[in-house]
């Protein structure tokens, strides 16, 4: 029976991976949320993390705006408590399936960041998650697996998809940013693909490094926001493009967050759909609703 670990587990990912691992009975699965488990304290990392087969983390300190204010208190969580999760790991002989972001790049590319692409971001948050990957690539260079992903939602908790469709319940238009690019992500269908990289991992099929988890093509939030409101039943008309400029943020957010998926041939699996198929498959999904159709 194959052993595993989600940290951050009442998290939007992580309640989708407990949801796809629930659906296979020759899994032992262990479920630690941050009040389980403070991947900051090296002796509770080093207990949870015994006697497992495969580690996925999720957890994270996610607050882009507040790092920016608090680099060293994102850092001890997105660096140095990866640090302590991958040398857990290293010595448990457990392989670990780490989340990281698209923030670790500039945003100045104008064609897909390839995974081998130098990292070089442009805030705290950013800076904290290069940490982290630092830190898996050092301890676990060949039982560690960093999947970046980007602009998720899904079906659990607050999310960009989420929001603009209750601020369509209040306002007749919505300004969205129409200069930022990048791939929508349906946490489940990534929850799906974690899965599946750790059985191949396990069956010695996927070399370890980095692999990119975002869905395929690219829009901007303005083209996501006129997308979900279409599939909601709602009139994508009320959605109007507008500039970054107009809403300023303590953090500054990549313009381009488009990532390249060749390294997924290798571990002899598909990239993700595209973002409008995933989009469409979320909204008629059976997972808890945070995406709702208008009656």
């Known amino acids: 029976m194959t052993r595993i670990l989600v940290t951050g587990a009442s998290g939007m990912l992580g309640r989708d991976l407990l949801g796809v691992l629930d659906t296979r009975p020759d899994l032992t699965v262990t479920a630690a949320t941050r009040a389980d488990l403070d991947i900051t304290d090296a002796d509770a990392v080093r207990a949870a993390v015994a006697g497992q087969d495969v580690v996925f983390n999720t957890a994270a300190w996610t607050d882009v705006d507040a790092a920016e204010r608090d680099e060293a208190a994102a850092t001890a969580v997105n660096g140095h ?10 010595a448990a002989g457990a392989r670990l399936v780490h989340l990281s972001t698209d923030y670790v790049f500039p945003g100045d590319a104008d064609t897909p960041y390839r ?3 130098p990292t070089h971001p442009i805030n705290a948050y950013g800076r904290s998650k290069v940490a982290g990957e630092q830190a898996v690539a050092r301890f676990l260079p060949d039982t560690g697996y960093l999947v970046r992903t980007a602009w998720l939602y899904g079906g659990h908790g607050r999310n960009f998809v989420s929001t603009m469709l209750g601020l369509a319940a209040t306002r007749d238009h919505l300004d969205v940013v129409d200069d930022q690019h990048g791939q929508p992500t349906w946490s489940y269908a990534l929850a799906t693909r974690l899965v599946a990289l750790a059985d191949a991992a396990l069956a010695g099929r996927a070399p370890a490094g980095i692999y990119h988890g975002t869905c395929s093509g690219q829009t901007t939030w303005y083209g996501l926001t006129r997308a979900a409101f279409a599939l909601a039943g709602l009139d994508p008309d ?16 990549p313009a381009y967050s488009v990532l390249g998926h060749d390294r997924w041939a290798e571990a002899g699996l598909p990239p993700l759909p595209d973002w409008r198929d995933a989009l469409s498959d979320a909204f008629d999904s059976a997972t808890p609703p945070a995406l709702r159709k208008v009656a």
Do not use: I, N
Request: glycine fraction near 4%; include cysteine.
């Open 81 to 90: 408590g990866v640090a302590k999760l991958a040398q857990a790991c290293a």
């Open 115 to 117: 995974e081998d692409a």
């Open 238 to 253: 009320r959605v109007r493009p507008t500039t970054s400029d107009r809403f300023p943020r303590p953090a500054p957010r």
